[in-house]
DNA sequence: CTAACAATTGAAAGTAGTTTTCATTTGGCA
DNA sequence: TGCCAAATGAAAACTACTTTCAATTGTTAG
């Protein structure tokens, strides 16, 4: 990792090595709030703005990308091997991952034929997931009786 | 429209009747700004809050949706007969938008098999357009001689 | 090994878009 | 026509994000 980021230019430092580790121990859909709060409990001296910057890092070293499913939150969340779009939960805030192969190729085809180019894809279903809607489904039995 | 809202609780207003017929005319992907200037054109008395309140009616009643490209502007997306998503210029800040009824037909499969129950689609693909990327073509070209 | 210097850091202030508050006005119904 | 909940405009508040700045620290050239 600090010879990856040298040969981008960027130097290695105790706190960037304590994000770095924390973002991929945490891993997926990250706001900065909470790798700021997971950072914190290893190492209380490391500023708000020292993780954000490090994360935009992440991202420009092509190794996270951006979230945004309209709620105002910046996620962060780790670039995987194939493209996944989410399944994004509005009761209890969970995501779920999918794969997004076939849709991106799809996109990509309807992108080249207005001679678009695409450089990124962004497919996000919101809903209720199986385990919020089944509690949904509880209560108004519950509720009716 | 006035006897819409009626039926939903909703007064009718000058304002309201202002707002509403300027963000249908300018129709797609509008900020709030965008729609207060426009407003602001015909009846300069009107306050930022009130287009914003009214923005945020339009989609209670199922008029509009938000559109979040991740630039940290909420737009305003007159709903379609149809669903659509949307290919985003980084340079121009255009959007074109593009038939996903196929997109969400595949998506719908994919959430019903994690029992997740979809409420929204948002697809957006980022890059440059067609129009762009020959801008930037031309003037590569015209650096490297 | 050390000096030089650009990159990095933490705290604090600043920014921008969004949302709420509050006093006042107004539309729609009895 | 009078009532009252809904709507309005101005201003303040809020929130997440971003920049500034002085101090510190990795890295590299000598």
Redesign the pocket.
């Known amino acids: 990792m ?1 010879e990856f ?2 040969t981008k ?8 090595e304590l ?1 770095f580790r924390s973002f991929f121990e945490l891993g997926k859909h990250v ?3 909470e790798l700021y709060a997971k950072v914190r409990t290893k ?1 209380r ?10 994360l ?2 992440i991202c420009k070293v092509g190794l996270a990308e951006e979230v945004n499913i309209g709620d ?4 962060y969340d780790r670039v995987t091997k194939f493209p996944h779009g989410h399944l994004y939960c509005t009761e209890c805030k969970s995501f779920t991952e999918f794969d997004a192969r076939a849709l991106v190729e799809s996109l990509t085809k309807v992108a080249n034929s207005s001679r678009f180019e695409p450089e990124l894809f962004k497919i996000e279903v919101l809903g209720v997931c199986a385990h919020c809607s089944k509690q949904a489904e509880t209560r108004h039995r519950r509720q009716s009786h």
Chains 1, 2 share one sequence.
């Open positions: 600090r980021l040298r230019g960027f130097k290695m430092t105790p706190q960037r994000i706001s900065v709030d190492d001296s490391v500023g708000y703005a020292t993780v954000w910057r490090n935009k890092l105002g939150i910046t996620r």
